[in-house]
């Protein structure tokens, strides 16, 4: 669990007492690929560290599926508002890969965050991580040229290139695959 408080304790301090009960608290579980762990409709029970594999967030419009996010290694990751709402997922979240997790049940969550005042400001920090990342993304998804998209993809992510399906990032780029592949295959990442 070693990496789960490294990454608690890099995005922001934590006593060690708050840090190793919070970590205590986790259990570790597997998913097969194409395992889905929330659906729409049904409220997230549990929020993941990831551990191991590679993991969408969706959700379909006409019976097309539509790619909101991937998630991976030493991330945390779940739907969020549903979550931390406990209202019902506006949409799915799948392994693309053979996954392993930490996981942490609401109630559990809940517990820690009111018993130590350094996991709730934990909490803060890192949902502002995300606010600011969701903001970058629709800034970049509203204004890029789909090159601009491919080469910002593969500058931060291109060690995903052969875990996810090319048709699977074409998607989440917002662009067709054969656009992906013409990409892929002629631009150099610098």
Do not use: W
């Not at 007492?17 to 409709?41: H, R, Y």
């Not at 601009?148 to 990032?169: G, Q, T």
Request: hydrophobic content about 35%; aromatic content about 14%; overall charge positive.
């Amino acid at each position: 669990m070693e990496e789960l408080k490294k990454i608690i304790t890099d995005t922001h301090k934590v006593s060690i007492t708050a840090l190793n009960d919070f970590v205590a608290q986790f259990e570790i579980v597997s998913f097969s690929k194409n395992s889905i762990l929330s659906i729409p409709e049904k409220k997230d029970k549990y929020l993941y560290f990831t551990i191991s594999g590679v993991q969408k967030a969706y959700y379909f419009v006409d019976k097309r599926q539509c790619i909101i996010s991937f998630t991976q290694a030493n991330h945390f990751t779940c739907a969020p508002e549903s979550f931390l709402t406990q209202k019902p997922s506006k949409y799915y979240f799948e392994c693309i890969t053979d996954s392993k997790f930490y996981r942490i049940s609401y109630d559990n969550f809940i517990n820690q965050t009111t018993k130590h005042k350094d996991i709730q400001d934990f909490l803060i920090e890192a949902l502002m991580g995300l606010v600011n990342n969701i903001t970058d993304r629709f800034i970049k998804q509203s204004t890029y040229s789909i090159e601009e998209k491919y080469k910002d993809f593969m500058r931060y992510n291109a060690h995903l290139i052969n875990s996810i399906p090319h048709k699977d990032i074409a998607n989440f780029l917002g662009m067709n695959p054969t656009n992906f592949s013409k990409l892929f295959n002629n631009v150099v990442i610098e």
